[in-house]
């Protein structure tokens, strides 16, 4: 099953007039010639869509999917019906045309995709950072609610530092119940691995490239530059680049989980990781948003797909 990945693109586009001949004459006369800029946007819900500029504009024309809307309005903060209610996980383009008092115009695309209400509770469970062909890279994220996982965002970084964001399909979870995302390799078996009553969904990433080694970070969000619903931070601490944490890609994802309180204290120690010994939260879902929820599998001893336990690398 592959997952889709899914980027928010704002298109700026300036106005012009061609050259003409004859004498040009400046006929802003030092009026101010920058473009309005886009302070927030967002999906109020499925129907709606905001947008707050920085000064007064006029919205002079406005798009669905290449249908025009019958909208128009002036003001700094606007809220633009859709035309229809957006099903969870459907997408569709939103242009808009704004422009201010003295014509500067500013067009800007959206690309809009209806929330999910029903996001469960979720962990990364576990992690291979140091695939091989035999153990390729994998993400596992455990639910602790029942919910659907249509546009869960799973990202290895934050912001512009995030090399791949894959979001999720649309999957009926229950407590208990998993993902295992292989991160840039294509799955070989199933699309399902059941034990116990517990199902674990096997995905393809679609990654271009691996995960970050043994300095990096994974986020999880609702949805795509949404809240965080969890984080891990990983080092070898036998650095000193970027603060410790190896990368400056690190570094601004750890910051940005503390900053919502999603982690605190020190990384995860991955100094002991290879392609046989991976990452995994002790078992249980136990969640103190700390590295103290982690521990290194031995050798062989990693679970995915299944419910983790404690088997941890012993260096003797």
Known sequence: MKLLSVILLIVVILSGCPAGMGRVYDSFQGQDRTLPKILSYGLEDNEAFSIIYDRVVYIADTEVDGSKLHYSAEGTIFSIPLGRELKRGE?????????????????SSFIVIGRNPEIP??????VSIQGSGENP???EILFLSDGNT???????????????????????????????????SEHAGADAISENGYTAHVLDGGSD????????????????GGDIIDGLIYTTGDNTDADGYGNNRTRDAARELMESGEWGGEP?????????????????????????????????????????????????
């Open 91 to 107: 997408k569709c383009i939103l242009s808009v045309t704004a422009e201010d008092s003295i014509g500067n115009t500013l067009r």
């Open 121 to 126: 509770e979720a962990v990364i469970n576990e």
């Open 137 to 139: 890279d994998r993400v």
């Open 150 to 184: 249509a546009g869960l965002a799973l990202a290895d970084g934050t912001g512009d530092g995030a090399n791949h964001i894959a979001t999720m399909p649309e999957i009926d979870v229950r407590t208990g119940d998993m993902l295992l995302i292989y991160w840039n």
């Open 209 to 224: 490239t691996t995960l970050s080694g043994t300095n990096g970070a994974l986020i999880l969000y609702k949805e795509e």
């Open 268 to 316: 995860v120690d991955s100094s002991l990781v290879t392609s046989s010994r991976v990452l995994a939260r002790i078992p249980g879902g136990w969640d103190t948003n700390s590295k103290d929820d982690f521990f290194t599998t031995a050798a062989r001893k990693s679970t995915f797909g299944y419910h983790n336990q404690y088997f941890p690398y012993n260096e003797e």
